[in-house]
């Protein structure tokens, strides 16, 4: 019977690719487990198992007095064999259940070893089945995924990963990108049914989706020619993607857009719908910002880098497009820029700046002023003289060794009137 149970044992072994000695390791720590609970072993229990007659052998442990260690834990016990009759009924059933767990988790270590370096691609996948907190999507034969949409107000340490309106249907295919592989041999507390749950995690509302979606249309994105510089997204509703081309004869935003539309056309098609702009990168941070409240027109852009702030003037009927419906437009590109902007209509800057004193600019030195000009001479009758001044001097020759100060006070008090 003990060798059946064996040859049975080692024939699985093989079929599901299950190294035998490391099996039996396992059966013999859970039939310890189990020996010293049925038999209420104080000191636990130890089991072995033949290797060719496959008879289990149980052994109650006794410490030795004299084997403690300084941290008080004994390391020499005392084995006393305490082998019941029917031990193959027992052995049975948690070679079963060990084979389960070790074939499970074999599996999620492949699929760990072969996803954990695909995070951020794309997969496709046919929806299996779809609950209130969670859509499996089959990605292939034998490899599952999930794609999680918890009421984050319930669990606020899940993930929401689906688009505000979207439903999925059984047998639906739909695309996603990889966020995370949860990893078997993680000492980190699990979630809640997280060995339950596929090992992969994916996502629908990551804005690495959009990234990869446009690899898939525009060939020039896939070689690299084109650049993908920033993405801001609101999922399901409105996304803005930045572009840039290597190439000075390329247009970046017709590539990415394509004939009449048709590849950015896809791509919203594959979003359910969600709105998607292309826009310029540029290095110029106020042209950058300019292109990225597209498609209002801007008027002017004013840059603080030191405070990360852009001042945005736009035409009074451009005010409201810019801005966009609960501020969708003006909060997407500050997220695609990275700048803080502020939007002001022309008549609202005009006013601000009405309003703002002037400040004059202080009097020129005339004495470093090279253009000619008149002596400041005035004689006692208030006759001004019309000699030109000579050069670094206010008065003339006539009047600079003489009488250059006769005219007092007062004669510097009106020479600005009389120049």
């Not at 995370?180 to 990551?206: A, C, K, Q």
């Amino acid at each position: 019977m003990a060798s059946d149970m064996m040859d049975a044992l080692m024939a699985l072994c093989q079929e599901k690719h299950i190294d035998q000695l490391y099996l039996i390791d396992r059966l013999e720590q859970s039939l310890a487990k189990s020996y010293a609970e049925i038999l209420h072993l104080d000191w636990g229990a130890k089991v072995t198992i033949d290797r060719a007659t496959g008879k289990i052998y149980v052994y109650k442990l006794t410490p030795i007095d004299d084997s403690m260690d300084e941290e008080g834990n004994y390391t020499e016990w005392e084995e006393t064999d305490v082998t019941p009759k029917d031990t193959s009924r027992i052995a049975a059933q948690h070679a079963k259940a060990e084979i389960n767990a070790i074939v499970r988790n074999s599996a999620r270590e492949q699929i760990y070893e072969e996803f954990s370096g695909r995070i951020g691609d794309i997969i496709t996948g046919t929806v299996l089945q779809s609950t209130p907190d969670f859509t499996i999507v089959k990605i292939r034969e034998g490899v599952e995924a999930e794609l999680p949409h918890f009421d984050q107000r319930r669990y606020d340490n899940e993930r929401n990963e689906r688009p505000q309106g979207e439903r999925y249907m059984h047998n639906q295919r739909l695309k996603a990108v990889i966020i995370d592989v949860r990893d078997p041999n993680s000492t980190l507390p699990p979630v809640r049914g997280e060995h339950s749950r596929p090992p992969i995690v994916i996502s629908r509302t990551h804005p690495a989706l959009i990234k990869r979606l446009f690899e898939l249309e525009v060939p020039e994105i896939y070689e690299g020619t084109v650049e993908v510089k920033s993405i801001a997204r609101e999922p399901g509703q409105r996304s803005k993607v930045a572009v840039h081309s290597l190439d000075d004869r390329l247009d970046p935003v017709g590539a990415c857009v394509g004939p009449k539309g048709s590849r950015v056309r896809t791509v919203v098609g594959e979003l359910r719908g969600e709105r998607v702009d292309v826009i310029l990168w540029d290095e110029d941070p106020a042209a950058y910002v300019a292109n990225a409240l597209s498609p209002a027109k801007v008027t002017r852009v004013l840059i603080d880098e030191d405070k990360n702030y852009a001042g945005v003037i736009v035409p009074d009927d451009q005010l409201s497009l810019a801005i966009g419906k609960e501020g969708q437009n003006a909060r997407l590109a500050a997220r695609l820029t990275g700048w803080h902007i502020d939007i002001k209509s022309e008549s609202l800057a005009a006013d601000i700046l009405r309003s703002v004193p002037v400040v004059e600019p202080p009097a020129e030195d005339l004495l470093a002023d090279d253009e000619p000009r008149r002596c400041s001479h005035v004689d006692a009758e208030g006759v001004a003289c019309r000699n030109q001044a000579r050069p670094g001097s206010r008065f003339c020759g006539l009047h600079d060794e003489g009488d250059a100060f006769d005219g007092g006070a007062d004669a510097f008090d009106d020479a600005e009137d009389l120049i």
